[in-house]
């Protein structure tokens, strides 16, 4: 009985540190979603169209310069660490720093390429960018505000590694934190007012605060340890190996979610489009939540069967709580311009058109968590590309036809294409116990 209870009190330790960090992750979405909504209503409408815009090419960046690291590191160096292979930790860690070079790299090209088409109004494209050479802040704020994020996802994956879920516990929330600290210090600096480029400013510095924070609670000397160089260069080719198909899925996702914000052209739409997605940041934490329950239940599965049926048990669940967020259509209709001001009364109509796509979402997540516990990232990138495609198709039709409204329509009928793909893949699945032979074999043996 003696040995029963400090098992009992072994879990309820466990239990108590897994709590905490489900409640960390989800202030640290939440305070996102409070920073949004604060700076919507403090800026007029055109600086929180630009604000909108920001935070879309802010994603895209981050998924560049993030290289997919945050799963990898997760899966290699915890194994390392549980062995103790200090060595394999040191290859591990520079490998990673090197790729993650490589992206930046990457990802200053392309924000180099994009600053130069805006002195030229004839390669602007359709990612359209105030003139010349106003745009240069604010692409130079796009990619340290997204190479900053990318860092803080680099040093959450590193503590997930050591498994110092107290300190991860502690540390996720700074940047929202930050963020809303510096927010309000301009705001009565400035005698209630806000301006642009200070909402911007907090933004960008959320990040590099808490990596300041990261090193204070966590004394990372590992990362000064050297590596030989090919033991380096084998981990670059095995990360990137792991990652590239994670990369892309990462990208074309975030891509396909930010589209619209990304081509509508006038500053107001983008604003109105922006506000009626803020919605979408309060499913993120349910998305986030189902995956963190989710994942570890799937991990453990090996056939089809057992696949089919605990995603039986779980659409028992959300079934009856898409039901329970029907309301959010008047609710959310109701807020947007009790926060944002009438002039926001446009948004409205844009919601209705949007809300169902959130909720769908909520639907097939279940299939894209079965997809990473099933070690097929290929066919998670293959999905994403597809809405993707289907995402330029639908807004170079609708945005020019409908503006944003059309925008909204695209958006919601671009995620039809990949979400059919996934009902026809596990269809076959569940019948055969196999995936199509093309996708047959797994990225990592």
């Not at 990318?150 to 300190?167: M, N, T």
């Not at 540390?171 to 911007?200: D, E, N």
């Amino acid at each position: 009985m003696f040995k029963r209870a400090l098992s009992l009190i072994g879990d309820g330790k466990r239990l108590s540190k897994v709590a905490g960090l489900f409640f960390s992750r989800s202030f640290h979405s939440f305070s996102s979603l409070v920073f949004s909504l604060v700076v919507g209503k403090l800026l007029i409408v055109e600086d929180h169209g630009i604000y909108g815009q920001f935070v879309a090419q802010v994603t895209v960046i981050q998924a560049i310069t993030e290289a997919g690291l945050q799963y990898s590191l997760i899966r290699y160096l915890s194994r390392s660490m549980h062995q103790s292979d200090h060595g394999e930790v040191a290859s591990i860690l520079r490998a990673s720093l090197s790729l993650k070079f490589y992206a930046f790299l990457i990802a200053f090209t392309f924000i180099a390429s994009w600053a130069l088409a805006g002195f030229f109004p004839v390669l602007g494209g359709p990612l359209r960018l105030p003139h010349a050479p106003e745009h240069l802040t604010i692409l130079l704020m796009v990619l340290l505000s997204g190479f900053g994020m990318s860092i803080f996802s680099f040093l959450d994956a590193v503590l997930v590694a050591h498994q110092k879920y107290r300190e991860l516990a502690y540390w996720i929330p700074s940047t929202g934190v930050v963020r809303l600290i510096l927010l309000t210090l301009f705001y009565f600096g400035q005698s209630g007012h806000l301006t642009i480029q200070q909402a911007l400013f907090s933004f960008l510095a959320g990040p590099y605060i808490s990596v300041a924070i990261f090193f204070a609670i966590f004394p990372a000397s590992f990362f000064e340890q050297s590596a030989p160089r090919d033991h380096r260069f084998h981990w670059i080719r095995r990360l990137f190996s792991y990652n590239r198909w994670l990369i892309a899925a990462s990208f074309f996702s975030i891509l396909s979610d930010w589209m619209e914000v990304l081509l509508l052209g006038q500053r107001t739409d983008a604003a109105f489009f922006h506000a009626a997605r803020i919605p979408m940041q309060g499913f993120l934490i349910l998305l986030a939540t189902m995956q963190s329950i989710i994942l570890p239940r799937f991990s453990i599965l090996e056939t089809a069967a057992q696949y089919a049926e605990n995603l039986k048990r779980i659409y028992k669940y959300i079934v009856p709580g898409i039901v329970l967020l029907l309301p959010g259509f008047w609710i959310f209709a109701w807020f947007l311009p009790f926060w944002y001001g009438e002039e926001y009364i446009r948004s409205i109509s844009v919601f209705w058109i949007l809300y169902p796509g959130f909720l769908l979402r909520l639907i097939f997540a279940p299939l894209g968590t079965a997809l990473l516990a099933l070690d097929r990232p290929i066919i998670v990138g293959l999905e994403a590309g597809i809405r993707m495609v289907a995402g330029v198709l639908m807004n170079s039709l609708l945005i020019p036809l409908y503006g944003i409204h059309g925008a909204a329509w695209a958006s919601l009928i671009a995620q039809t294409p990949g979400w059919l793909f996934l009902i026809i893949l596990f269809w076959r699945y569940f019948r055969t116990g196999e995936f199509p032979n093309l996708l047959s074999r797994k990225l990592v043996e």
